[in-house]
């Protein structure tokens, strides 16, 4: 097997499971950090600032800071640093989003904004639609921070922010670019900010849907672990497969 120089992990179903950690990633992790090879948690979740995912995965016992986290909304804010640093941003989102194109020098607006960005926002309303909407057929670039259609909850599977692009998506014709898990451009700055190639890295995550096809197509080796979303059975059934698996993380070897 190979040495890998570092590593990106998934959190729902990779790291933990709802609020509770999985011990054999816990233990990977902290044999990594011992090790001195450097990680970085990838995460679709756009509500969230880094500082929030590292508080809950610090409490979890998982050696973690805000700089080894990359959520799809800085991911977006990174994107349009690099395709329009002078952008107005119309945002539909909450916090991790708002912070991130705010952090990133960005100009929040309604008025004329040259791009629209999309992530989960608990407190939508039509008037958001409608702004987005106007803002798109205006001929705003539509992003989006991720397609995950469904968020799981305590409640069940709820509407989740690719449920929201949808709804714009079908109102206005135009769709949108997608910056998280499974596209490639999370993974490439999660590269950039390791300061390691693709080719030194192993992207691991329980969805082959999302983390598993963005490591693909970032060009990057992949790890399915079975304890999330993803069975055995629908795995054996996909064209490209990952580069390696295990059920347990705690079966993974440095
Ligand atoms: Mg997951």
Same mark, same amino acid.
């Given at each position: 097997?190979?040495?890998y120089q570092g590593?990106?992990?998934?959190l729902?179903?990779t790291v933990y499971?709802?609020?509770e950690?999985?011990p054999?990633?816990v233990a990977?992790?902290?044999?990594?950090k011992?090790?001195g090879?450097?990680?970085?948690?990838v995460?679709?979740?756009?509500?969230?600032?880094?500082?929030d995912?590292?508080?809950?995965?610090?409490a979890?016992d998982?050696p973690?800071t805000?700089?080894?986290?990359?959520t799809?909304s800085?991911?977006?804010?990174g994107?349009?640093q690099e395709?329009?640093?002078?952008?107005?941003?119309?945002?539909?989102?909450?916090n991790?989003?708002?912070t991130?194109?705010?952090?990133a020098?960005?100009?929040?607006?309604?008025?004329k904004?040259?791009?629209v960005? %999309?992530g989960?926002d608990r407190?939508?309303?039509y008037?958001k &639609? +409608? !702004?987005?909407c @106007?803002?798109?057929?205006g001929?705003?670039?539509?992003?989006?921070?991720?397609?995950?259609?469904?968020?799981?909850t305590?409640?069940?599977?709820l509407p989740?922010n690719?449920?929201i692009t949808?709804l714009?998506?079908?109102a206005?014709?135009v769709?949108?670019i997608?910056?998280?898990?499974?596209?490639?451009?999370?993974?490439?700055?999660a590269?950039e900010?390791?300061?390691?190639?693709a080719s030194?890295v192993?992207?691991?995550g329980?969805?082959?849907q999302?983390?598993?096809?963005a490591?693909?197509?970032?060009?990057?080796?992949?790890l399915f672990?079975?304890?999330?979303v993803t069975?055995a059975e629908?795995?054996?059934? %996909?064209?490209?497969?990952?580069t390696?698996t295990?059920?347990? &993380? +705690? !079966?993974?070897? @440095?």
């Amino acid at each position: 097997m190979k040495k890998y120089q570092g590593y990106l992990f998934d959190l729902d179903g990779t790291v933990y499971r709802g609020r509770e950690p999985i011990p054999g990633a816990v233990a990977l992790l902290r044999q990594l950090k011992a090790s001195g090879i450097p990680y970085m948690f990838v995460t679709n979740n756009s509500t969230k600032t880094p500082e929030d995912v590292a508080q809950t995965l610090t409490a979890m016992d998982i050696p973690c800071t805000a700089e080894d986290v990359i959520t799809s909304s800085m991911a977006l804010a990174g994107y349009l640093q690099e395709k329009h640093p002078e952008a107005k941003v119309y945002v539909i989102g909450e916090n991790g989003l708002w912070t991130a194109v705010r952090e990133a020098g960005f100009t929040v607006t309604a008025n004329k904004p040259d791009y629209v960005a %999309v992530g989960m926002d608990r407190q939508l309303t039509y008037e958001k &639609l +409608a !702004e987005a909407c @106007l803002a798109i057929r205006g001929g705003a670039t539509f992003l989006s921070t991720n397609p995950d259609v469904a968020l799981p909850t305590e409640r069940g599977l709820l509407p989740g922010n690719g449920s929201i692009t949808a709804l714009l998506q079908v109102a206005t014709g135009v769709t949108p670019i997608f910056i998280g898990k499974p596209e490639p451009i999370i993974i490439r700055q999660a590269l950039e900010r390791l300061g390691l190639a693709a080719s030194d890295v192993l992207m691991v995550g329980d969805n082959y849907q999302t983390d598993i096809l963005a490591g693909l197509r970032a060009g990057v080796d992949t790890l399915f672990v079975q304890t999330g979303v993803t069975t055995a059975e629908e795995l054996a059934k %996909v064209d490209e497969p990952p580069t390696y698996t295990v059920a347990s &993380l +705690a !079966e993974w070897r @440095l």
